[in-house]
């Protein structure tokens, strides 16, 4: 018997689209148990039905699944590894993720995957069996950091890969990839700031239900400006947003790709965006003031060329199928053309004196020793310190603290935030520092008063 040729392959494999399905239903299912609701019988038929899919997709000659595992591998096997890359493949499965983790997190773990599908007791040891063999196997699929059974279980980068036949996402020419482990609880923001980086979600979550169940028109980004001053958040809060989606952020470093020579920087902008295309990644472009200030009287060819080369990266944002976040300090230097072509605009402010109360406590090292001595309240009332200035001044008050083999004390604390202000200012006052004044170190305050 001849084997199949590649375009054979090409033209019989199927998609994995219904192993997503089915695990939606089942999402709703439990999460219909959890708040006291019986499925309907539409569901239920529903759910059937694409149980005999998946059966039907697993079997066939050309499945997906073959890519990763040996025919005939074991249903739970195949189960336990839509579970884990589901919510990687298929964003919208995500947010039913979250809400059965209750919110903390979208991946799967042990507990999870065992409620989802249902299993009996007794198949508690196969479970842990094979996650366990497909963490630690020749082929190792799938990561877990803990043997924990509500430890957050993650495919290794390469089997998503594999399975959906993407190329991997290894570079973007001009874009360094960011860490981003952050969460929604870890923001600290106005309400109202938080309720748009969520809405700015929904053009993931409900995408499916508006382009494909309405009809809506199908438009590529989104794109949202953050804007605000440094230290207040922007970065960060895109790194929430990468991590939502259980997507890579990248974040695109501007000054590589302008170029002074005519026609260059819409080839590395071009170059940027063909590495990107169709891979699940989030674009950060940070600080984009110099490239989309206000248009002013065109001189020369040079600035028309400058103004073409914003509508061609703007005009690559919209047509680009992933999200791009732009970051500015000066917002009123934009063009308020530039403006209207965006999805949404959030302003990032400077935290309120409570705001920074939640900060002082979030960002000192949860383990280090703390001194009787250390009032949150004041901390947050005694200086105007932006998000990112109270990261450095806590972390600055922790290695003193650490020098001197005692408690992260108010000298401490004193001494880092005046580094801190000290490197905006070249002259300052102790009554800089407020209500922790008092507690400058004797040299710093001499230094100041002479």
Same mark, same amino acid.
């Given at each position: ?17 219904? &192993?997503?399905?089915?695990?939606? #239903?089942?999402?709703?299912? +439990? ?104 963490? /630690? ?14 430890? #957050? ?7 998503? @890969? ?18 981003? &482990? ?41 794109? #949202?400006? $953050? ?26 470093? +501007? ?14 902008? @071009? ?13 950060? $472009? ?20 400058? /103004? ?29 053309? $530039? ?23 979030? +960002? ?8 009787? /001595?250390?009032? $949150? &309240? ?73």
């Amino acid at each position: 018997m001849n084997s199949p040729t590649p375009q054979q392959v090409l033209n019989n494999t199927p998609t994995l689209d219904v &192993e997503w399905q089915r695990l939606e #239903a089942l999402g709703r299912c +439990l999460l219909d148990s959890r708040y006291g609701r019986d499925p309907d019988s539409n569901s239920l038929e529903q759910l059937q039905q694409l149980q005999v899919q998946v059966c039907t997709l697993r079997e066939g000659a050309f499945s997906p699944w073959r890519r990763l595992v040996r025919p005939h591998a074991p249903a739970l096997a195949l189960d336990l590894l839509a579970c884990v890359i589901g919510p990687q493949a298929h964003p919208p499965l995500a947010w039913i993720y979250r809400d059965l983790n209750g919110g903390q997190h979208h991946h799967a773990s042990a507990v999870l995957i065992h409620a989802l599908l249902a299993l009996e007791v007794d198949e508690n040891e196969t479970l842990h069996t094979l996650i366990w063999s497909l963490a /630690n196997g020749p082929d190792r699929l799938l990561n877990i950091s803990e043997e924990d059974v509500t430890a #957050a279980i993650r495919a290794e980068p390469g089997t998503l @890969s594999r399975l959906l036949q993407r190329p991997e996402v290894s570079s973007i020419p001009g874009a360094t990839r960011v860490a981003a &482990e952050a969460g929604f609880n870890d923001l600290v923001l106005p309400p109202d700031r938080i309720c748009l980086l969520r809405e700015f979600s929904y053009h993931f979550k409900y995408r499916e239900t508006v382009v494909n169940g309405w009809g809506g028109r199908h438009s590529g980004g989104p794109v #949202a400006l $953050f804007s605000g001053a440094s230290g207040t958040g922007k970065t960060f809060a895109a790194r929430v947003l990468a991590n939502e989606l259980g997507w890579p952020l990248y974040r695109v470093d +501007l000054a590589c790709l302008v170029s002074k020579y005519i026609g260059e920087t819409e080839k590395n902008l @071009s170059r940027l965006f063909d590495a990107a295309h169709q891979k699940p990644v989030v674009l950060l $472009f940070d600080e984009v003031d110099a490239l989309m200030g206000k248009r002013g009287e065109i001189k020369d060819a040079r600035d028309r060329y400058a /103004n073409m080369e914003v509508s061609y990266l703007l005009t690559r944002m919209e047509t680009h199928e992933g999200p791009c976040i732009l970051t500015t300090n000066l917002r009123s230097q934009l063009d308020q053309a $530039f403006l209207r072509r965006l999805h949404l605009v959030v302003e990032f402010p400077k935290p309120q004196a409570a705001e920074r109360t939640r900060l002082w406590r979030l +960002l000192l090292p949860p383990r280090a020793p703390l001194s009787q /001595n250390i009032d $949150f &309240e004041q901390l947050g009332q005694a200086v105007n310190l932006t998000g990112g200035q109270i990261r450095n001044a806590a972390l600055y008050a922790a290695y003193l603290a650490a020098a001197d083999d005692s408690p992260i004390d108010l000298p401490h604390i004193a001494t880092a935030i005046w580094r801190e202000l000290s490197k905006e200012r070249t002259r300052l006052q102790p009554g800089d520092l407020g209500l922790l004044a008092p507690y400058l170190p004797e040299q710093l305050m001499t230094e100041a008063l002479g």
